[in-house]
Structures are given as C-alpha cells and as structure tokens.
C-alpha cells in the first residue's frame, strides 16, 4: 500500500476535472502535486463521464490511503440569449438591439431573449451584460415581451452567450429540472460535496437541501449580488460556501470584489464552515507556464484572507499545463502560510468561545497545543463539528480528524489543515483512540515517537455536539 503524502500547507486545494484531466494517470499526478479535492462539473458531460472520474478518484484514494473530497458543481439557470442567421453578429457603441421573445434567428437589429421571465424584471436605463460582460448595455425600452438596449461595450457576439442583469433580482428558480436529475445522479454516485449555482435567497437552498436529504453536504456559491444581500440567512442553511467571483465579478463592480472577498470570508470563517474562493486564481496558466504576479498575488490574498480552499477551474479542467498550476498554487499558498504576517492575520481574527462547552474546548484545546509546543491536534468526532471547530481557530499545526464515517471524513477534507481518516467507531473511554492517533500519526508522519498531541472528543463516544474532553498524550 502507497503511504499517504504530506502536505506542508493548511489551505486546501480544490482542483476542476476536464479534458485537459480525465486520465487516470492525469488526475494521479494531480493528487500528487498537491490537489486535495476535485470538482465535477455537471455543466459537462454525461452522468456516467462522471461517475467514471467519480471511479477513478475512489481508485487513486485506495491506492493512496489518502481521503480525497469530491464536489459535483450543478450548472444552475444558465441564463443565454438565441442564436443569429449568421451564428455571430458585430455590434458598435451606440447601436439599438432589440432582445423579444421571437425565437427565429437574429442579425444585427434583434435576437432571441428565450427567459420571458427577465422582462417585467428590468428596469428601464439598467445595465444589461452578456458574454461574461464582454457586451455591454443599457436598457432603454421595455414592452411586455421585449426590450431594446443600446450598446455601450459592443465587439463580436455569437450564439447563445450567457448574459448578466446586475443590481436586479431575477424572478428564476436556483434549481432547475437538470440540476434535480444531476443532484440525484450525483448521490448515486456518492460526491462528497454538492455546490449549488446562483443562489439568491434562503428560500433556495432549503429547497436543494431537501432534495439532498444528507447524502452529500451542501456548499452554496455565491455569484450573484442578492446571495452577497442575504449573505447570513444563506451561510446558516448551508455547510460551506465558494465565492465564485466570475459571474459576481460581473454583476458587481469590479472594484468591490476585494472588499466583498474579504468580508464573506471572514464571515463564513466566524461561522465554523469551511469556504473556497474559486474563479481565475491562476487563469494565464491555462495557456501559460506561468502566472502573472497579479494573480499570485490573488491566490495569496485569499489565503491571507483565511479561505479553507483555493479552487482551480480551466487551469486544471482545460489548460495546457494543469499540474504545474496545482504545483504552483501549492507553493504560493506554503510560501504566504509562513509569512510571519499571515500568522499574524490568523492570530487576529480567531474567534473566541462564547457561552458554548464544544467551542470552550476547542478554543483550550488549541491553546494549550501551542502552549506544549504538540505536534499534532487530533478530534474524534462522530459528526465532524469538533474538527470544523477546530479548523475555525486556524491552527499552525496539522489536525488530524478521526471519526468512524467514512462520509464525514471525505467532507472534513475540505476543511483548512484538517487530515480526515476514517477509523472503527470508538466505546467506552480513551484508551481506543489514542493509541489509535499515534498510529496514525506516525504513519502519515505528523508526529514522531515521542511527542507530544493534544485530543478532543465528547464522552460519551459518538454522540454528536458533546465536545467536553481534552487530553494531552505522547506518541509511543
């Protein structure tokens, strides 16, 4: 059996499958370069493309004895405009296109708006973008199944280009009808994490998380402004976030982003569930080598933002060089870890215990780890809330997460430094899993013989949200 690699590094990361990595040996050298999760993207491919990548990865974990977290990204309401006679047509500022509900093909003057419910929706002068904003304009005329808008931004456009209402509540369910099969194709398959595109409101992740009824844990992205709007109703429904900044990128302004970043993740870190900052980390390694300094700079930000994972999208999904990208976010997420002032950073946003037994433990747990100089942090858990409360405080040491659900422990990778392993569940008292923890501790080399670890665990054994024990051990 293959040991289990070291990472060097408490942010995970999370890499897109795609083209460019649908081999085994592909996703293999992923998962060695660094790559802590994949995401499956039901935008693409068939249910069993996926369930075939699904496979493989379960393979290389085998292999690897190494737990790897696996996300199924559902398309959502992809809004798109129709097709043109000529499949594309130039636009020039100033020019009026008319967007009605005709679905023939459209030329330079109109084109297919396929969304009737987008008209009552605009409002009149209000921004209207497409092709990821690349087209640009301003609505000037509205009618009951039309509007026409003038072109601020114009350029080529082609068929069936997704389009953007910014500042505007769409009236438009998050799930849609292949989103549902998706979600239960996913299940079936058994994703780890299952993300849900274009949630406006509270309302909608209720309602995916009764369709996933606890099969997976649910992650919300957040890609449009009413999400950013409803940020603490939606956070406390959901089990993690990805702030997904391509498509919020484009209905906010471009200057709030950094700002927008920095306070769902210190928001979502105060709240105890793990969150990605995902879109264009590394997007010139998709044709490049090497990044630019703006976007290393980028993926150090959110790691001195406090993100549990950086997420790799078409870097690793279609890009020409989709191990050097993991290699590359691997080391500049290590190199902004040992920054004296990421420590610093982490030191002042931890969060305190109030008035809750789990947390108080938790937070002395972490204390006195740092007080003994411990090597390791290990949380038995039955349902994964001691360890999330653990990554909460950010430690600079590895946690070492042992429960005896499998599922529970693929989830936890996502999770920042948190290493999950799955054991045989636990009665009685400590005398199981510790000696249990300096096994595993020393086989995944997170301790030597010797030193010392803090635990914690719920006496009784297994019952969820009974954190209330802390012990110091040796590595025998």
């Known amino acids: 059996m293959i040991t289990s690699l070291k990472r060097i590094r408490q942010t995970k990361i999370l890499a897109t499958l795609g083209p460019s990595s649908n081999t085994k040996g592909q996703i293999r050298e992923l998962f060695e370069t660094g790559a802590d999760l994949f995401r499956l993207n039901f935008s693409h491919g068939t249910h069993e493309d996926i369930a075939a990548l699904a496979a493989i990865i379960r393979e290389i974990e085998s292999e690897y004895n190494r737990l790897i977290g696996i996300v199924a990204d559902l398309q959502g309401p992809k809004l798109r405009i129709g097709t043109f006679e000529k499949g594309r047509i130039e636009l020039e500022r100033g020019d009026m296109i008319r967007f009605d509900s005709d679905p023939a093909p459209g030329d330079e003057t109109r084109v297919y708006m396929p969304h009737p419910e987008i008209f009552p929706a605009l409002k009149k002068d209000g921004l209207f973008f497409i092709d990821d904003g690349k087209t640009r304009c301003r609505v000037r005329e509205i009618g009951q199944d039309y509007f026409a808008?003038?072109?601020?931004?114009?350029?080529?456009?082609?068929?069936?280009?997704?389009?953007?209402?910014?500042?505007?509540?769409?009236?438009?369910?998050?799930?849609?009808?292949?989103?549902?099969?998706?979600?239960?194709?996913?299940?079936?398959?058994?994703?780890?994490?299952?993300?849900?595109?274009?949630?406006?409101?509270?309302?909608?992740?209720?309602?995916?998380?009764?369709?996933?009824?606890?099969?997976a844990a649910l992650m919300v992205k957040l890609e449009k402004p009413a999400a950013i709007q409803n940020l603490e109703e939606i956070v406390e429904l959901a089990d993690g976030v990805m702030l997904a900044r391509g498509d919020l990128g484009v209905e906010i302004p471009p200057e709030d982003v950094p700002s927008v970043q920095k306070r769902v993740v210190r928001y979502v870190h105060s709240q105890g569930k793990p969150v990605v900052v995902a879109t264009q980390m590394l997007e010139s390694m998709i044709a490049s080598s090497r990044p630019t300094r703006a976007e290393a700079s980028d993926v150090a930000t959110a790691v001195y933002d406090g993100a549990d994972a950086v997420m790799l999208s078409a870097e690793t999904a279609a890009g020409q060089h989709p191990v050097k990208s993991v290699e590359m976010m691997d080391r500049i997420c290590a190199r902004t870890e040992s920054d004296d002032i990421y420590k610093t950073m982490m030191e002042e946003t931890r969060p305190d215990a109030v008035d809750d037994p789990s947390d108080?433990?938790?937070?002395?747990?972490?204390?006195?780890?740092?007080?003994?100089?411990?090597?390791?942090?290990?949380?038995?858990?039955?349902?994964?809330?001691?360890?999330?409360?653990?990554?909460?405080?950010?430690?600079?040491?590895?946690?070492?997460?042992?429960?005896?659900?499998?599922?529970?422990?693929?989830?936890?990778?996502?999770?920042?430094g948190v290493h999950a392993v799955c054991m045989p569940e636990i009665k009685g008292d400590f005398s199981g899993p510790v000696p249990y923890a300096c096994k595993i501790l020393q086989e995944e080399g997170l301790a030597e013989k010797g030193q010392r670890f803090v635990m914690t665990a719920g006496v009784p054994f297994g019952v969820a949200g009974t954190t209330n024990i802390l012990r110091i051990a040796e590595v025998e």
């Open 360 to 416: 108080a433990i938790t937070s002395a747990a972490f204390y006195v780890a740092h007080d003994i100089n411990a090597a390791c942090i290990v949380t038995y858990t039955a349902s994964g809330s001691t360890a999330l409360r653990m990554a909460r405080q950010r430690p600079d040491m590895p946690v070492l997460c042992l429960t005896p659900h499998q599922g529970v422990a693929r989830r936890m990778v996502m999770s920042y």
């Open 149 to 215: 808008a003038e072109i601020r931004a114009g350029g080529t456009l082609s068929d069936k280009k997704g389009f953007n209402v910014p500042e505007t509540f769409l009236p438009i369910p998050a799930l849609t009808d292949k989103d549902k099969k998706d979600i239960k194709a996913a299940l079936e398959i058994g994703v780890d994490w299952i993300a849900q595109s274009f949630v406006q409101t509270a309302e909608d992740v209720k309602e995916a998380r009764k369709l996933i009824g606890g099969g």
